[in-house]
């Protein structure tokens, strides 16, 4: 059994930058995969960037390649997604999410057991 909570979220400006932080609590191992999605107002749920337990195989969504990035701090158990030049289109509910499995990277939410609460954030232009 694996737990996620999200924090980090807020109100910025057009440009900011932010970091959200995922506290993975249970048992955890190396090649579990944390990745983090979003979801917008009337939209579906997309994948963001994803990544090993063990740090290695990071994978971003191409349009978000380059702004975003996604890093572990295993001795706190924590998963960061550093953010910048946030846009507006960047509005969304950020989620935090494990899959209990090796193999490559994921970026399909049915690829995901657990999922964490959400932490919005809002990017205002």
């Known amino acids: 059994q694996v737990q996620l909570v999200e924090s980090g979220g807020g109100l910025v400006q057009a440009g900011a930058s932010l970091r959200l932080s995922c506290v993975v609590s249970?048992?955890?191992?190396?090649?579990?995969?944390l990745a983090w999605f979003r979801q917008a107002p009337g939209k579906e749920r997309e994948f963001v960037a994803a990544m090993r337990w063990s740090g290695d195989s990071q994978h971003y969504a191409d349009s978000l390649r380059g702004r975003f990035t996604i890093s572990g701090d295993n001795a706190k158990n924590t998963v960061h997604l550093q953010m910048g030049s946030l846009e507006s289109a960047d509005t969304a509910v950020y989620y935090c999410?494990?899959?209990?499995?090796?193999?490559?990277?994921?970026?399909?939410?049915?690829?995901?057991?657990?999922w964490g609460q959400g932490t919005q954030v809002t990017v205002s232009s």
């Open positions: 999410a494990a899959a209990i499995r090796g193999g490559p990277v994921g970026s399909t939410v049915d690829e995901y057991n657990y």
């Open positions: 249970g048992r955890t191992f190396d090649w579990y995969h």
